[in-house]
């Protein structure tokens, strides 16, 4: 047998578009890179759900337990991811059962909505019954002292799991008279209905009065809100209550930029607003130094819906951050070509990024060639990395490769500092970090 052979260029890590990917990638920058852009089960474009999955899955068992509790509580208490994190969970509550505490308290920690307890006992479950693990029960049922009756209530939704059949499983002890019997009534299925808009038109309320008392009142969630705009617009509510509920941006800290995107498409007459809005989050973030260039990634592959049931794109969650960077910019889109885009602010910002040309390949490395040669103090890249050209070093001693995608591999480590996900909280991150090096 011969072994004296050059090695195929087969062997080289590649992008999904063919040109060589960084490696070699550790399995902790692989597993963060899988998880947090990862909307779960969700095919991406070159990747299906179950795929990305079944990587998170291997990643987090052979990983370090507490480098896999860090991470679920960043995806989602940084990232406000809420599907993703429980699948981590799940790899934990095996592999971190000989650690003390980890697991219960990363469940108690990591959960953050009522829900998502019945939910991370479905995931648990997802390849069949089985008892869960003393860790998990513990976390389970600490994670039930976050909730009020009216929250327990409100997502005590039917399923597989329901929110009372996980209370029996960890048999959770009540601190006071009062818990005790909201935890009654649970199990008894007795809980007052919630003041909810789901409540009141499957009870055969109007929708316009349903809307505008809630409106009103101050009880409607901010993302209910921007998911219910086109009904509101339908049944003719008073624009006045809408306008004033979006500018008021009561709970909108957990919503990420893009829902704005999907907000103004289904309803332009509150556009104004929405823009305001959202323009609101680029005051909320630190103001960066000198001159940033912005390279966003319009390639076919970031058209690729994030779910199923979403209009919504990568490109549209790209083009949102780069959106709402906050100081001295110059934004160019790229896929076949470069080209530069007004750097605009919010709504209209996203706007000329999504329409600056028609998607291609993902010609990163001769976008980053482009910006290379312009004066700059700060590189930024918004892209799933997939390059389809050798992608050269930057030029800028700040330089910035944000990966909106769960793909395997990627181009943006080396001299690149490598972020995950579409959360604003990407961007706040790159502030805190060019402050601590002053």
Not at 135 to 142: E, F, H, N, S, V
């Amino acid at each position: 047998m011969r072994i004296n052979r050059q090695k195929s260029k087969q062997n080289v890590d590649r992008t999904h578009e063919g040109a060589p990917a960084f490696a070699p990638l550790s399995d902790e920058q692989r597993l963060r890179r899988s998880i947090l852009s990862c909307l779960l089960w969700e095919d991406e474009f070159y990747e299906d759900g179950e795929t990305i999955s079944a990587r998170i899955t291997a990643l987090a068992s052979s990983l370090d337990p507490e480098f896999v509790a860090a991470l679920a509580v960043e995806a989602r208490s940084k990232m406000n991811l809420r599907h993703a994190p429980l699948l981590l969970l799940t790899v934990l509550a095996k592999t971190g059962a000989k650690r003390e505490k980890l697991v219960a308290n990363t469940v108690a920690g990591a959960i953050q909505r009522a829900d998502e307890i019945s939910e991370l006992v479905a995931v648990y479950w997802r390849n069949g019954r089985r008892p869960l693990s003393a860790q998990l029960k513990k976390g389970l049922a600490r994670a039930f002292d976050k909730f009020d009756a009216y929250e327990l209530a409100k997502y005590d939704r039917p399923g597989p799991v329901r929110l009372r059949d996980v209370l029996f499983l960890v048999h959770a002890k009540p601190k006071a008279a009062e818990q005790a019997e909201t935890w009654r009534k649970l199990a008894e299925k007795e809980l007052d209905a919630p003041d909810t808009w789901e409540v009141a038109l499957s009870g055969g309320a109007e929708k316009r009065d349903t809307f505008e008392r809630l409106l009103s009142e101050g009880k409607l969630g901010y993302l209910a809100l921007l998911r219910n705009l086109r009904n509101m617009v339908q049944a003719g509510v008073s624009e006045g209550l809408v306008r004033k509920a979006i500018l008021d941006r009561k709970g909108a800290r957990r919503v990420l930029p893009f829902r704005f995107v999907a907000a103004a498409r289904a309803a332009p007459v509150f556009d104004r607003e929405l823009d305001k809005a959202l323009q609101a989050a680029i005051v909320d973030q630190p103001k960066l130094s000198g001159r940033t260039i912005v390279l966003v990634d319009v390639s076919g592959s970031m058209g690729a819906r994030l779910s199923q049931r979403s209009d919504l794109t990568r490109m549209d969650a790209a083009a949102a951050l780069g959106s709402v960077i906050h100081g001295d910019v110059r934004v160019f889109s790229f896929s076949d070509d470069v080209k530069e885009v007004p750097a605009r602010k919010g709504l209209a910002g996203i706007d000329a990024i999504v329409r600056s040309q028609p998607p291609g390949g993902t010609w990163l490395g001769k976008a980053v060639e482009h910006a290379n040669g312009l004066k700059h103090d700060r590189l930024v890249v918004i892209t799933d990395e997939q390059s389809h050209d050798r992608v050269p070093d930057p030029v800028a001693r700040r330089a910035y490769m944000i990966n909106v995608a769960s793909n395997r591999n990627g181009v943006g480590y080396g001299r690149w500092l490598h972020l995950d996900g579409f959360s604003e909280q990407v961007l706040r991150y790159i502030g805190e970090y060019e402050r601590s090096l002053e």
